[in-house]
């Protein structure tokens, strides 16, 4: 099983960026694909999620509600986060991952970070002028 981020970088704060999480080694439609964020000193914690089985059931963290969108591609194994007018607090390192007991992104909220089975290495996303 591995996951990869990419896509990160600078963008100047009211910017857009969009993440990509490839995936492989495992059946991506059948699973639930969690974006996740750390900085320094702060714990990690989930930013969005995606459900698989064919569903389109999403969950995102109240600070990013109508500026990021979680998508995916089965197609293409991958999974995408656009992140739209973007903050200086949306700085981070960003993290995909997935949790093959998770039973849709409903539970994503109160799954903590620690119980994800599997993640791929961060991309770097730093807003500022």
């Known amino acids: 099983v591995q996951l990869q981020a990419s896509g990160g970088g600078l963008v100047q704060p009211g910017g857009s960026v969009r993440l990509s999480c490839a995936t492989s080694?495992?059946?991506?439609?059948?699973?639930?694909i969690g974006w996740f964020r750390q900085v320094p000193g702060k714990e990690r914690e989930v930013v969005s999620c995606?459900?698989?089985?064919?569903?389109?059931?999403?969950y995102y963290e109240d600070s990013v509600k109508g500026r990021f969108t979680v998508s995916r591609d089965n197609a293409k194994n991958t999974v995408y986060l656009q992140m739209n007018s973007l903050r200086p607090e949306d700085t981070a390192v960003y993290y995909c991952?997935?949790?093959?007991?998770?039973?849709?992104?409903?539970?994503?909220?109160?799954?903590?970070?620690?119980?994800?089975?599997?993640w791929g290495p961060g991309t770097q996303v730093t807003v500022s002028s």
């Open positions: 995606i459900s698989g089985s064919g569903g389109s059931s999403t």
């Open positions: 991952a997935t949790d093959f007991e998770l039973q849709g992104a409903r539970y994503c909220g109160t799954n903590h970070w620690t119980r994800w089975d599997y």
């Open positions: 080694g495992f059946a991506l439609n059948y699973y639930t």
